[in-house]
């Protein structure tokens, strides 16, 4: 059976074929088409013949398809474009050509979508460079699948712990005994001056703190770029130095380095220290950020021993020193780690030797070195571990800015189509398949995506250094051309782009176009219905912000503002990191120097300063000598005037008092948590009571019990805590200064500085400057999120006032006509705002127990915490119900003052 | 047969000769086209699309779509001021060249 419709079909599907044949254009070759058939059916002839005849008219026209372009073109003669270059896959190009037609006719429109979907995604990016960055950390070694760090884990009389520190002997012993050990190095910090190792060349001083003595091997288990000098042999003779790039720039400015001398100190604790000579053997690339091992100088490691000759022999002294190996390639890691045990019978057996006791538990254990950074949380760690809880919540803002960005755009295309259902509709009528209109719309809201994309780079490079500092990364555009990272960033545009245009696409297309042209020029209801749900999510999503934001404010607030127990403010703070041995016997001395400027109205000098982190400690116990069962506390060594120029508070018993010469080899203080931690249920219990420390084996009797102040910062729970008269772990200098514009007083410090410590260079900081420092987190969650929570809600204004002028535009005829009957500009804008009032309650309605729930487990985390604030959540709501209005009521506004007769000119 | 060149050049002035009489439609013109040559001018009708096209790209025609009594759409075309203009001058210019050659060719006595 002959079947005219199908047979049409097919002939239009052959014309389609063509390029330069739009819609439109079918139709009417297919009208004539059937005007033809029906003539010729008139005249006898039956439907297929008719038919046929038809067709065969229509194929003597040769090359239709170039007349239809030429005809087109503004040029004459010329030549479409497919028979000019073969490669443009035509489809792809006329989507494109499409697409840019309709941006350039609505630039505005284009404009905020491009804009909202930019900040979305270069949030997005940076955030994915921040976490691949975290979790790259030390994956660029070669063979690094094969490298691990060796740490341990024992049970002594004093307690348990796991430390990532090992001995020193341990490397070569490795080397020696294990076959499945390629490489073994050994890492080790200067001893007691790690942190600031002094180091001189001419007029050039500083203190550097990424300083290590390191085996010879060591770029073969770590990728360590030589510059200048032999990875084999920079680092074999005693006295050899190799620095990064940066350290030369700083020491020799543009001079080659190598074969000059640098002057170094270090503390090997053996009562003295001195400048000693080394020679520069070696330059290489300064370390990269995603390491955990960080380096500024690399000292050769016969130095060490050479000063330290039982370094080879000391099994039981293992701080900071660090033991890196690197398995062969068929060594199995659980194996050898089982078999590297027989090494810890070795310190078994030196520690009988030496305490006269058994150690009750010794192991080590092996750990990869690309884990090291997110996972690893053991004692003397060599930087502060990555934290997955920080990449979690970052990355959770960062997808919700996104998907605020891509609502707006999925919100905005719809509006666009509902005034192209016109459009759409006769394209269907005429011809246009439902694959053609999907294309469509997905190849023009990919275009947009990419063109976001593209305009998000920008963005992300002016995002990078904010970031950078916060999070104290060193993030550069460099990371984005990683292939994890880039790979990321072309599915996050391919899913965006795909993602936001499905809806538009396939949900709007799939309506009777009929309707359409008859007149009735109704949006589809289900593109209304998904507008709210776009609109009271966007908003949702912004007032959870908002209200977390404002949360996580306040709770800082609250962890500076509390009573911290102590005087911080003014507080100078010097820390003598060379000549100690000065400070520790002279102290009062020194004291006394700083104490003739009128401006310095007080000076005591400690071990630490509340704020640092205190881990040294004494293990009590009220039987001498016997520690088993000892009583663990923290301890700061102080002196006569520590309590009373931090006004710290007595709650039973006295402070030390000069004078009392028992005071210093006889007394203690103990604070309130330590009451508990000894066993009394009173302050006045504990005075009075005699403890020996393991320290200085000295016993003292508790003279007095301090107020629970805050030594450590408002995040932790007080510990208990120990005060001693006990010079020999000072190191601190605080000075009670009135610091104004006339006087001189930093210069008079350092003056008195450099009479005592000369050649030292004289660095200070504000003890109140340092505590902030604390809440380092914990304020760069609160500025992130200060950040995107402020580009969330300009990306959902833009979106709403996207919206809010479009609808006004499209109901200027109902507003003209409105006006003309007599409505005032005020009803107009309340008919607009109307609904869009009732949609960011609902939004607020449900944000606030999703912010509830994510702040309470928060704050959990936390000793000291505020309670949630309900005046926040209205405060939110009302922000964003304030906003909403304004940037509707803007629009209704100009709507409302148009010129009706305008409006209703065009009908 | 006539030349292919000369199927070119007549087409436009013929089509807004036709329209001048009124709003038309593609497959309506064709046949016009035919009935007044006597079938001596067979276009080729999928033709005819590509020089309405060009005729409303240059501003001589415009169109408008209506829908049939069966319910179908078809394009109608009708003369723009433009049009009309361009039409007067097609004519002049198809007059020049007929007075010359009626004197050259010696045509007078056939177009009687």
């Not at chain 1, 690309?370 to 003397?380: C, G, Y």
């Not at chain 1, 008079?748 to 420092?773: A, K």
């Not at chain 1, 922000?879 to 010129?899: D, K, P």
């Amino acid at each position: 059976m002959f079947n005219l419709t199908q047979a049409i079909e097919r002939w239009r599907r052959k014309i389609l074929a063509g390029q330069a044949i739009e819609d439109g254009d079918l139709a009417e070759l297919e009208g004539h088409l059937r005007d033809k058939i029906e003539d010729l059916a008139a005249r006898g002839m039956n439907e297929e013949e008719a038919f046929l005849r038809a067709e065969a008219e229509f194929a003597r026209s040769k090359d239709l398809d170039a007349d239809f372009f030429r005809a087109r073109s503004r040029r004459d003669g010329a030549r479409p474009s497919w028979q000019r270059w073969r490669w443009v896959p035509p489809l792809l190009a006329s989507y494109i050509k499409i697409a840019l037609r309709k941006i350039r006719r609505q630039k505005a429109y284009a404009l905020i979508n491009i804009a909202g979907l930019s900040v979305g995604l270069a949030c997005c990016a940076v955030i994915i460079l921040y976490v691949t960055n975290e979790l790259s950390y030390d994956t660029f070694h070669p063979d690094s699948r094969r490298l691990y760090r060796i740490a341990t884990h024992r049970i002594n009389q004093v307690g348990e712990d796991r430390s990532s520190t090992t001995p020193g002997p341990l490397g070569p012993e490795l080397l020696r005994s294990y076959p499945q050990i390629e490489r073994a190095v050994r890492i080790v910090a200067p001893y007691e001056n790690a942190r600031h190792v002094l180091v001189v060349s001419g007029e050039k001083r500083f203190f550097e703190n990424r300083v290590w003595f390191v085996d010879r091997d060591i770029s073969h288990v770590f990728r360590i770029p030589f510059l200048q000098g032999h990875p084999q042999t920079s680092l074999e003779k005693p006295n050899a130095v190799v620095i990064t790039e940066g350290t030369a720039r700083k020491y020799f400015g543009g001079e080659p380095p190598l074969g000059q001398t640098l002057q170094i100190e270090i503390d090997y604790d053996t009562g003295t220290t001195e400048l000693q000579d080394y020679e520069i053997t070696g330059v290489v690339k300064d370390s990269p950020a995603n390491t955990h091992f960080k380096y500024d100088l690399l000292l050769s490691m016969p130095t060490l021993l050479q000063n330290v000759p039982s370094f080879e022999e000391d099994w039981l002294e293992y701080h900071t020193k660090y033991t890196y190996v690197k398995l062969s390639p068929t060594a199995e890691a659980a194996d050898f780690e089982k078999q590297v045990q027989r090494a810890a019978a070795i310190v078994y057996q030196k520690y009988e030797e030496a305490r006269n006791r058994k150690m009750e538990l010794f192991e080590f254990f092996l750990q990869p070195l690309s884990r090291i950074h997110m996972d690893s949380r053991l004692q003397e760690e060599m930087e502060p571990p990555g934290n997955w809880y920080y990449v979690y919540i970052y990355s959770a803002v960062a997808l919700l800015i996104l998907l605020v960005g891509c609502m707006n755009f999925v919100n905005l295309s719809i509006a666009l189509s509902a005034a192209r259902t016109r459009e759409v509709g006769l394209r269907k009528v005429v011809g246009a398949s439902r694959g053609h209109l999907v294309g469509q719309f997905l190849g023009e809201s990919f275009l947009i995506t990419l063109l976001a994309f593209c305009l998000s780079f920008g963005l992300v490079y002016s995002l990078l250094f904010p970031f950078n500092r916060m999070a104290g990364t060193e993030l550069s555009l460099a990371g984005l051309t990683q292939p994890a990272v880039f790979a990321a960033l072309a599915g996050l545009l391919v899913a965006v782009g795909l993602g936001s245009g499905f809806y538009p696409a396939f949900v709007l297309t799939a309506f009777k176009p009929v309707s359409i042209l008859q007149g009735r020029l109704a949006p589809s209801s289900r593109g209304t219905l998904m507008q709210t749900l776009l609109v009271v999510g966007q908003f949702a999503i912004s007032i959870y912000l908002v209200i977390c934001t404002l949360t996580v404010e306040q709770q800082l607030n609250f962890m500076r503002g509390r009573a911290l127990g102590f005087d911080l403010e003014q507080k100078l703070v010097l820390r003598v990191k060379s000549n100690l041995s000065h400070l520790r016997r002279d102290y009062e001395t020194i004291k006394n120097s700083f104490l003739q400027n009128p401006a310095i109205t007080g000076a005591t000098v400690s071990s630490s300063v509340p704020g640092d982190p205190a881990d040294a400690g004494y293990y009590l116990t009220t039987r001498p000598g016997d520690f088993k069962n000892a009583a663990r506390l923290k301890v700061i060594t102080i002196d006569y005037d520590f309590i009373p120029e931090f006004k710290i508070k007595m709650m039973a018993g006295r402070a030390f008092e000069r004078g009392l010469k028992n005071d210093e080899n006889g007394a203690y203080l103990i604070n309130l948590a330590g009451v508990k931690e000894l066993g009394f249920s009173n302050p006045q219990e504990a005075l009075e009571k005699s403890y020996m420390s393991h320290y200085h084996r000295m016993t003292k009797r508790i003279i007095g019990v301090t107020d629970d102040f805050h030594y450590r910062g408002m995040q932790t729970v007080v510990e208990p805590l120990i005060l001693d008269i006990e010079s020999s772990l000072m190191d601190t200098i605080t000075l009670s200064v009135r610091m104004d514009s006339s006087n001189d007083l930093l210069g008079f410090v350092r003056r008195v500085w450099d009479e005592h410590f000369p050649g030292v260079p004289f660095e200070y900081s504000f003890l109140d400057e340092d505590f902030d420092r604390q809440y380092r987190y914990e304020k760069q969650m609160g500025s992130l999120l200060g950040i995107t929570t402020t580009l969330g809600l300009v990306v959902a204004c833009l979106g709403l006032f996207g919206m809010a002028s479009f609808i006004a535009r499209r109901r200027e005829k109902e507003i003209g006509i409105r006006k003309v009957l007599g409505a005032s500009a005020h009803d107009i804008v309340t008919m607009l705002a109307g609904r869009f009032v009732r949609l960011i309650c609902l939004a607020a309605v449900i944000a606030s127990p999703l912010a509830l729930y994510s702040m309470n487990s928060w704050l959990r985390d936390f000793a000291y915490r505020i309670h949630i604030d309900a005046a926040i959540f209205l405060a939110a709501a009302f922000g964003a119900l304030a906003i909403a209005l304004l940037t509707v009521g803007l629009q209704g506004f100009r709507a409302a003052v148009a010129n009706p007769a305008d409006s209703l000119r065009n009908e | 047969m006539i030349a292919k060149a000369m199927i070119a050049a007549s087409t436009k002035p013929i089509i807004l000769a036709i329209l001048k009489g009124g709003e038309n439609y593609g497959y309506r013109i064709i046949q016009s086209v035919r009935e007044i040559s006597g079938g001596n001018l067979e276009w080729s009708e999928p033709m005819l699309y590509p020089v309405l096209r060009r005729l409303e790209r240059d501003g001589l025609v415009k169109s408008k779509w209506k829908v049939t009594e069966n319910g179908r759409f078809r394009k109608y075309y009708q003369l723009t001021p433009l049009g009309h203009e361009e039409l007067k001058n097609e004519r002049l210019q198809w007059l020049t060249v007929h007075v010359a050659f009626c004197k050259i060719l010696d045509l007078a006595a056939e177009t009687k």
